[in-house]
């Protein structure tokens, strides 16, 4: 599992909820046109993104620009960056730069700026953005804004949402002296502000806490340091969304957090130095449908009281030292879609008693645990698997073969699981059809292929299927091996 894949989910579906843009009664404002113009003079667009405002075109069908149906009055910038990619620089061509003008102030009906994934090359956010009394939306994020992050954004009371932070590795880091003026936004409902330092601010809980609509917070690696763990009560009250990961926390499970019971959806503390056990008072955020605790320091068993949390869907308890055997609680969650306990010192034994009501799973990941699978030869899971992890663990010696009932498989890891003996042949068949990865390294399994019929019909139609080997020879058919197919190893 990775610590922020829901994050990112939930993000992209408010954007895709917000208005999009649509042709007018009116022609826009003449003014605001110009204004606009004076606007794009002030950017650098190598990427022509700014190509359709033209002074010979009504600026409400530029690219970017809504505005208001009836009225012509300019409503929405949305210029994010149109290219998308993990690997950023691949966007800088298409990336607006330059500076952000204060002709902005022109568009007096303006309610939505989104400038995300531009390169401002570690420009500071302008003051003047918080005098524009009307945004209900501004999105800054992962466009390479540095420095202070002006307090005037206080003065935005009909603000939504405040989208900041994301920080590119060769620009100055946003940063804040203090949270007062957060508390001024009293509208705001989703707070965003990713590898923002807040390590200024002790009060960062209480401050946040006021707000009394906010039902989204995600403050990862913002360098946090709760100075208050003891602190007992918050006035969250609409909050469903919490994301405080990797930050500096160095004490067990905050109490303020229990009292969240009614309105928490998701949490996410993964990536902290948290200690301690995992509190059994977890089964008061009965709503949760996402606990991830993942790469802590939390010690002791699984609490049973986890398996009374029925709406549970993602469960990321990977990379701590917990310890004994898996509750059998566990296995009563009817909604899990995700259960994440590798790299950890569990022991026991699973089987498909365990499993049977497991019938959403779809990410299942006990990699580097002493947990021992075992099931019946002729089983047939509930569940389709997109991705298993299975490495260093207690899968052999016997080929698993429920695994040929998994047909959406995208990744197989069953590296050193302790499988030895001939691979069966309708392994072959069965992972052509496969489009990812299947790891089956440091195992004692020859790779016999002899008899193996593999042809255009079972072949991948899309990328290559590598199959990482093991220490034995392959056993090779008398035909020709399936160029769309690489075998390591």
Wanted: glycine share 6%.
């Amino acid at each position: 599992m990775m610590v922020f894949p829901l994050f990112w989910f939930l993000f992209s579906t408010i954007s895709s909820t917000l208005p999009t843009q649509a042709n007018t009664f009116l022609p826009c404002n003449e003014s605001e046109k110009h204004a606009l113009l004076r606007f794009k003079r002030a950017f650098y667009d190598s990427g022509n993104h700014l190509s359709s405002w033209s002074t010979h075109e009504d600026c409400c069908e530029w690219d970017g620009v809504l505005c208001h149906e009836i009225t012509g009055r300019v409503i929405e910038l949305n210029l994010d960056n149109p290219c998308f990619s993990d690997y950023e620089i691949l966007c800088h061509e298409f990336a607006l730069g330059g500076k952000v003008s204060p002709a902005l102030l022109q568009l007096e009906f303006l309610n939505h700026l989104d400038l995300r994934w531009n390169e401002f090359g570690g420009a500071p956010i302008l003051s003047f953005l918080g005098s524009i009394r009307n945004l209900t939306y501004l999105d800054l994020s992962f466009a390479s804004f540095g420095g202070l992050i002006p307090p005037q954004l206080g003065n935005l009371s009909n603000l939504h949402y405040l989208i900041l932070g994301g920080s590119h590795f060769y620009t100055p880091t946003l940063y804040v002296e203090n949270l007062h003026w957060i508390s001024h936004l009293s509208s705001l409902e989703h707070l965003v502000m990713s590898q923002v330092d807040l390590h200024k601010e002790v009060h960062w809980v209480e401050l946040t806490s006021m707000l009394s609509s906010l039902s989204m917070l995600d403050l990862y690696d913002c360098k946090l340091d709760n100075k208050s763990p003891s602190l007992k009560y918050v006035n969250f009250t609409s909050l469903t969304f919490l994301s405080i990961t990797s930050n500096h926390f160095i004490h067990e499970i905050p109490n303020w957090l229990f009292n969240l019971n009614t309105s928490l959806l998701h949490l996410n503390l993964g990536g902290n130095q948290l200690i301690g056990q995992i509190p059994e008072c977890l089964r008061q955020l009965k709503c949760l449908e996402s606990l991830l605790l993942e790469y802590n320091s939390f010690d002791g068993p699984i609490p049973s009281s986890l398996g009374n949390l029925s709406s549970l869907a993602y469960l990321g308890l990977s990379g701590n030292i917990l310890n004994g055997t898996l509750p059998s609680s566990l296995w009563l969650l009817p909604n899990l879609v995700d259960l994440s306990i590798r790299n950890n010192s569990l022991v026991g034994r699973v089987s498909e008693v365990h499993l049977k009501k497991l019938s959403k799973l779809k990410w299942l990941d006990m990699s580097s645990t002493s947990v021992l699978f075992k099931v019946k030869p002729n089983w047939v899971p509930p569940f389709q698997l997109e991705y298993l992890y299975m490495s260093s663990c207690h899968l052999g010696p016997n080929f698993p073969s429920w695994l040929k009932t998994q047909t959406s498989l995208l990744y197989l890891d069953i590296s050193n699981s302790g499988i030895i003996g001939v691979a069966p042949t309708w392994l072959w068949k069965w992972a052509s059809r496969i489009n990812g990865l299947i790891d089956l390294s440091n195992s004692q399994i020859s790779r016999n292929l002899s008899g193996v019929w593999l042809n255009n019909t079972n072949c991948i139609k899309h990328g290559q299927l590598f199959i990482l080997g093991t220490n034995f020879p392959i056993l090779m058919p008398k035909f020709e091996w399936n160029k769309s197919i690489g075998v390591i190893g």
